[in-house]
């Protein structure tokens, strides 16, 4: 190291002993760091952080093990891969964040703000504190299954892009806000389920029970698919249509209808592609 660049790093170590402040982020400041690139991989653990504004920092792979940050701001922010065993997250606005792969296991995320923050591949265990609407979604994501059962659950502004959702029975569920870019929907039951300002782009909702209780008021439907839906009316479709969502003509749903023992009804569904295939079917 040369005179010059020792003196400026005297002068650092200066300036940051005789900072009032303990926030990272006045630190950060005060060392000319950028919090959105300077602090990947680095070594946090058993910090206090509480109360500061981290708006969009960058913390991939790094170790932030049993470090405090309850009321913090950390909207927007990267947490790819880093280790979270233990962190306090109590009322930390988590907005929008990425915590791909991180691991949260023995953390406390008592009323974090969690809304439309990726959960894929995060690990948790039975000393995670998190929210029932919260663990409800990890599920989904990390457990790849079908035939969920949703009934009128509360699922707003989760981001569940690119899971798989078939056949799942989401009747009369909030998924306003939701974050459903390339969701597989097939076959899910759609009645009645608040979609307003979802983003459904280029989710496939070939034959999803939809009806016009399905509310896809302000919805980003572009590149969404859909087919002769069970209970879509004429309207919903052309106004789906309109705004950028695919129709299949190829394909067609069929309900079978079969009275069994004067009371009981079993439907069955089936995808054909030609008017040929429909009417031996209905044969």
């Known amino acids: 190291m040369n005179r010059e660049s020792f003196e400026e790093l005297q002068s650092l170590i200066q300036r940051v002993k005789e900072a ?4 990272l982020s006045d630190l950060a400041c005060i060392a000319g760091l950028d919090i959105t690139k300077d602090y990947i991989g680095v070594d ?13 920092i960058n913390l991939t792979r790094a170790n932030l093990r049993n470090v405090n940050f309850t009321n913090t701001t950390l909207e927007n922010s990267i947490f790819r891969d880093a280790d979270l065993q233990g962190a306090i997250l109590k009322n930390a606005n988590l907005q ?16 974090a703000d969690l809304r439309l923050v990726k959960l894929s591949d995060v690990k948790i265990n039975e000393r995670t504190k998190l929210a029932k609407k919260w663990h409800l979604v990890w599920e989904i994501i990390n457990k790849n299954k079908d035939n969920w059962q949703l009934l009128k ?38 009645r009645n389920v608040n979609l307003k300002d979802a983003d459904l782009t280029s989710a496939n909702l070939i034959q999803a029970s939809i009806d016009d209780t399905t509310n896809f008021n302000d919805a980003n439907v572009k590149d ?9 009316s004429k309207a919903l479709k052309d106004d789906l249509i309109r705004r950028g969502a695919i129709f299949d003509k190829n394909v067609v749903q069929l309900t079978f209808i079969e009275q069994q023992n004067g009371s009981k009804t079993q439907h069955r569904e089936a995808s054909v592609e030609s008017k040929k295939e429909m009417e031996a079917l209905e044969e």
Do not use: P, Q
């Not at 009032?20 to 926030?23: A, E, G, I, R, Y």
């Not at 691991?103 to 008592?110: F, G, I």
């Open 20 to 23: 009032k402040t303990s926030k």
């Open 44 to 56: 946090l653990s058993g910090e206090n952080l509480d109360d500061d504004n981290l708006l969009d």
């Open 96 to 111: 929008s964040s990425d915590l791909i792969g991180a691991d949260l296991r023995d953390a406390d995320l008592t009323d």
């Open 153 to 190: 659950e509360d699922l707003s502004f989760a981001y569940l892009g690119y899971v798989s959702l078939n056949r799942a029975n989401l009747r009369g569920a909030n998924l306003e806000g939701v974050i459903l870019v390339g969701t597989r929907l097939e076959s899910a039951d759609l």
């Open 224 to 232: 969404m698919r859909f087919g002769t839906n069970f209970g879509m």
